[in-house]
């Protein structure tokens, strides 16, 4: 598994937990502080900590704005209603389209979809893939 695959389950796993949990990112001295115990906790890696971290801090800033594009790509689904591990994902990969210099977007969707086959449920792929293709073309 790639470097930033790992960084980006990292992202996953810590914006899951954040999710459901109802915390919002507000306070980036919090976030920073609840981010170094999580990694800690978890024994990440630390040459995939840096991606991860640059993840989870540019939805935290960006988030209004993602969750609104993932909104208007998503027919009949507002964020809130969707699973949180598909939101998480979604929100990574919407990040790193509208955000990801040195990502390219299909690489963004492909990375995605990859990490939903081992997170999300078998019939989430094809509404995460659906999604991101919307949100690419808009992109």
């Not at 999710?19 to 507000?26: H, N, P």
């Not at 920073?32 to 989870?56: P, T, W």
């Not at 939101?87 to 509208?98: D, F, P, S």
């Amino acid at each position: 598994m790639g470097l930033r695959r790992k960084s980006r389950e990292l992202a996953l796993q810590f914006l899951y937990g954040h999710d459901v949990q109802d915390d919002t990112c507000g306070d980036e001295e919090k976030l920073q502080a609840r981010l170094n115990e999580f990694f800690v906790s978890f024994q990440a890696d630390g040459k995939s900590i840096a991606y991860a971290e640059q993840l989870v801090t540019g939805i935290c800033r960006h988030r209004k704005e993602i969750d609104s594009l993932l909104s208007s790509s998503s027919h009949n689904w507002r964020v809130e209603r969707m699973a949180a591990v598909d939101r998480n994902i979604l929100r990574i990969a919407a990040y790193e389209i509208q955000h990801g210099e040195d990502v390219p977007k299909t690489v963004a969707i492909n990375e995605a979809l990859e990490i939903a086959k081992r997170y999300a449920e078998p019939e989430a792929v094809g509404f995460i893939n659906g999604i991101l293709d919307g949100l690419h073309g808009k992109g």
